[in-house]
């Protein structure tokens, strides 16, 4: 079964490097957004099994807003799981994520083992 993961994260080198963490995984298909307001849309639309997602970023809608979106919403819900990615590492951060709804809470620089096992966690895969 293909995994579906949309990255969102304003920082081009973030997204690079989730991308070249996941790109030995052939069974994952990936989407990309650069801001809050476009991976808002772009979740409605793709349907994600998997979102990592920046907690700040600029535009309309941050990292926060858009979890609580996806966890509010009927289709979304239930299937996709959050991973909020930050360098705000204070514990009123991690709260304000939980209030969001987020699955995970990931301080920035993460290693991608520890991303990788994270999402296969949440994805019921095997490392």
């Not at 969102?8 to 298909?29: A, F, G, S």
């Not at 360098?87 to 991303?115: M, N, V, W």
Request: charged share 30%; hydrophobic share 40%.
């Amino acid at each position: 079964m293909t995994a579906r993961i949309l990255i969102v994260d304003d920082q081009p080198d973030i997204r690079k490097l989730i991308r070249l963490t996941l790109q030995h995984l052939d069974d994952v298909e990936i989407q990309e957004a650069d801001n809050g307001g476009d991976g808002w849309r772009m979740a409605q639309d793709f349907k994600p099994d998997l979102m990592l997602l920046d907690v700040m970023m600029p535009g309309e809608l941050d990292g926060y807003q858009v979890c609580a979106k996806v966890k509010s919403d009927p289709l979304l819900k239930g299937q996709t799981k959050v991973i909020l990615l930050t360098a705000r590492a204070q514990k009123e951060d991690e709260e304000q994520g939980r209030k969001a709804g987020a699955d995970a809470y990931l301080t920035k620089a993460f290693s991608p083992l520890k991303l990788l096992d994270l999402m296969d966690n949440m994805l019921g895969r095997t490392a």
